[in-house]
Nanobody, 116 residues
Framework: QAQLVESGGGLVQAGGSLRLSCAASGSIFSRNAMAWYRQVSGKQRELVATVFSGGTTTYADSVKGRFTISRDNAKNTVDLQMNSLKPEDTAVYYC??????????WGQGTQVTVSS
């Protein structure tokens, strides 16, 4: 059964760090580019960072230099290390495959709140 479970969110002061983790079922993870997305209530979900099966990564301009995405192909997990957090990073964070046809149902996400 396709499943995504995100964890690691919380409340942190501006400038702090958090590490998010996503456990994906093999049907979603296997050989697929995986990504972290975030969504603020009332706004569209946006792409934050992508990691391809070979390890290549890309980032949204807003997080470049502060966030690092990684994957463990043996464990089917995708992590997002977030440093130098800003209040504008506050959102619910989700992971999923990049290619729409490879995606699983969206998980519950994990809330990240950055206080100023």
């Amino acid at each position: 059964q396709a499943q995504l479970v995100e964890s690691g969110g919380g409340l942190v002061q501006a400038g702090g760090s958090l590490r998010l983790s996503c456990a994906a079922s093999g049907s979603i993870f296997s050989r697929n580019a995986m990504a972290w997305y975030r969504q603020v209530s009332g706004k569209q979900r946006e792409l934050v960072a992508t990691v391809f099966s070979g390890g290549t990564t890309t980032y949204a301009d807003s997080v470049k230099g502060r966030f690092t995405i990684s994957r463990d192909n043996a464990k089917n997990t995708v992590d997002l290390q977030m440093n130098s957090l800003k209040p504008e990073d506050t959102a619910v964070y989700y992971c999923n495959a990049v290619v729409i046809s490879k995606r699983g149902p969206w998980g519950q996400g994990t809330q990240v709140t950055v206080s100023s």
